[in-house]
């Protein structure tokens, strides 16, 4: 059994900031990469941001400048600190982990249940 419980939504005005927390526990105990996604009404789920457990990041291009995706790999957990947010960030924002029960396990997604990040304009 895994958990991931994320915190931080709201809403905010266009040009404020958010920051998003995210932590795994459970019985998984080897993650590859942690991250977010979202989706807004009527859309498909894309990805915001990941971190591997080494600290390389991907950022979509929509975010990149904007978001600044982190970890503590000990905490098992990772942030997102959103800035200048526009109303097209809107949406559910959904936790990611790829990882495994042990290392010899075979790698598995899994999935928050998603906090809601709305921007008025």
């Known amino acids: 059994q895994v958990q991931l419980v994320e915190s931080g939504g709201g809403l905010v005005q266009a040009g404020g900031s958010l920051r998003l927390s995210c932590v795994a526990s459970?019985?998984?105990?080897?993650?590859?990469?942690m991250g977010w996604y979202r989706q807004a009404p009527g859309k498909q789920r894309d990805l915001v941001a990941t971190?591997?457990?080494?600290?390389?990041?991907n950022y979509a291009d929509s975010v990149e400048g904007r978001f600044t995706i982190s970890r503590d790999t000990a905490k098992r957990t990772v942030y997102l600190q959103m800035n200048s947010l526009k109303p097209e960030d809107t949406a559910v924002y959904y936790c990611y982990v790829r990882g495994a029960i042990a290392t010899w396990g075979l790698r598995r997604d899994y999935w928050g249940q998603g906090t809601q990040v709305t921007v008025s304009s």
């Open positions: 971190i591997t457990s080494h600290g390389s990041t």
């Open positions: 459970g019985s998984i105990s080897v993650i590859d990469s």
